[in-house]
């Protein structure tokens, strides 16, 4: 089988050894982070809306539900503590899409592409609008899209439009940022955005306080049942219950409260890593004067970037599933991941050798399978869901929540009518058959990567299917 750019990499075991040895295993983005802390739900309560859990989507929903009724009761439970999951370790990057790219969006909607990427920036914009607000590192900087092998060359070609998506040549593109992997790129100017993630989470929480949010955490939500109530469900955790008219359901990657949803999703662990602080030798070494966001093109794929304080953080490629959809802390230490990633980190920046990871961590990413959000109603519409978001979810959470609240509220919007919204994808299969599923998926991805992007009979049959995902 044909090597990639990666599995030709020289790079030393030692070198790979040292930059990790004194990394912590902890997400960098709640490292040392003063997050107000927010006390347990005891006793009963009655309330307008409840928001199950504290990430993106959660916060995103109590805040804007306040901002079109001021007067509403809105509590937020969380399971654990506020962001402690996705939404404190993810990459932040803030993406305009709402269909997890251009090309996964055309094949599932190609009716309505164009409406959804309209609202997907639209959404973005906004975002930008709030957050430039708070203290939450944002850059509208774009993502550099960069090719490593010689058949994603003419795909980013194709895409310049010179104004808003900028095409370079292997020359040109190594004077933006340079790598001896790179052989073309496409600057996306207007799509994407950074954001330190912690921040983000920590700024929602104020300004959802401030708004007169009402926030629980080590508050998990052990049911919902509107049992005798007509017009209202019962919210219940351990220590207490509400009483509420209407509930929206933001827990992602957990297992859904609603049984229908369950098999909707499936936790997919991502891994990342975090550099020291690069010094300004190090930085001129490779370039990076415009600090975009970057993802090269295979089925497999890194995303990096730049903190505020000019930090790498490197992350993706590998994407493990574990038998049963299994959640546990053990699973955030994956030493094979974590070398893999700094071998490749080592093969794309080789000027950078002798640099330290401060960092490494993992967490889960709740995959649905069309590899975008997904949203549900239940019990005549007091309840309302969105999952699915499969790791682009840091924008279009902020989306779901306004879906979610137009169900709840019983709205007909420009957003309510968009099949994506209406459609709900086919569940997962029970095991053995989705960890079967997974790892041939995998496997038929990484041969693709290694055949010059050629996808088998697995990938066309899912493709066919509308089962199928193009990064």
Not at 44 to 69: I, M
Not at 92 to 118: C, W
Not at 289 to 315: E, T
């Amino acid at each position: 089988m044909p090597e990639t750019v990666f599995d030709r990499s020289t790079v030393d075991d030692a070198v790979v050894a040292t930059s990790l040895g004194s990394s912590m295993l902890r997400p960098f983005w709640l490292d040392g982070l003063d997050l107000l802390s927010w006390p347990q739900l005891t006793g009963s309560h009655a309330v307008d809306l409840v928001v199950v859990g504290g990430g993106y989507t959660g916060l995103w929903t109590a805040l804007l539900a306040k901002q079109r009724d001021p007067d509403a009761r809105v509590m937020v439970l969380e399971g654990r503590t506020v962001g402690w999951a996705a939404s404190g370790r993810n990459g932040g990057f803030v993406e305009a899409s709402l269909t997890h790219g251009e090309a996964n969006g055309e094949k599932r909607y190609p009716g309505e592409i164009d409406q959804l990427n309209r609202l997907g920036m639209e959404n973005l914009d906004e975002i930008e609008a709030t957050a430039s607000g708070w203290r939450c590192d944002f850059e509208r900087t774009g993502t550099l899209a960069v090719a490593v092998e010689p058949h994603q060359v003419d795909e980013l070609r194709d895409a310049h439009n010179g104004t808003t998506e900028i095409f370079f040549d292997q020359a040109a593109l190594h004077a933006q940022l340079d790598s001896p992997t790179y052989l073309a790129g496409l600057w996306s100017t207007r799509s994407t955005a950074l954001v330190h993630p912690g921040k983000l989470v920590a700024s929602l929480a104020t300004a959802c306080a401030e708004a007169g949010v009402e926030i629980f955490e080590r508050s998990a939500v052990r049911g919902l049942d509107s049992g005798s109530t007509r017009d209202a469900i019962v919210v219940e955790t351990k220590q207490g219950s509400v009483v509420a008219k209407r509930v929206a359901l933001a827990t992602n990657a957990f297992p859904s409260l609603l049984g229908r949803y369950r098999f909707h999703t499936v936790p997919v662990y991502d891994y990342v890593l975090m550099t020291e602080p690069l010094s300004d030798a190090q930085l001129a070494r490779i370039g990076w004067g415009s600090r975009q966001g970057v993802a090269d093109l295979g089925n497999q794929f890194h995303y990096y970037r730049l903190s505020a304080d000019n930090r790498i953080l490197w992350g993706g490629y590998d994407a493990i599933y574990h038998f049963g959809g299994r959640i546990r802390p053990e699973y955030d230490d994956r030493p094979a991941s974590f070398e893999k990633l700094a071998r490749h980190f080592f093969t794309t920046f080789p000027q950078l050798e002798g640099v330290k990871f401060s960092h490494r961590w993992g967490g889960v990413i709740d995959t649905s399978t069309r590899f975008s959000a997904f949203f549900g109603r239940a019990k005549q519409g007091r309840i309302s869901y969105a999952a699915g978001f499969t790791g682009l979810g840091v924008a279009a959470s902020r989306f779901a929540a306004n879906v979610m609240l137009d169900h709840l509220g019983g709205l007909e919007t420009e957003r309510t009518e968009l099949q994506m919204v209406k459609s709900v994808p086919p569940p997962f299969p029970p095991e053995p058959a989705v960890f079967a599923g997974v790892q041939a998926t995998r496997w038929a991805l990484d041969r693709a990567d290694h055949n010059a992007g050629k996808r088998n009979l697995l990938l066309k049959t899912l493709d066919a299917a509308g089962l199928g995902f193009d990064s």
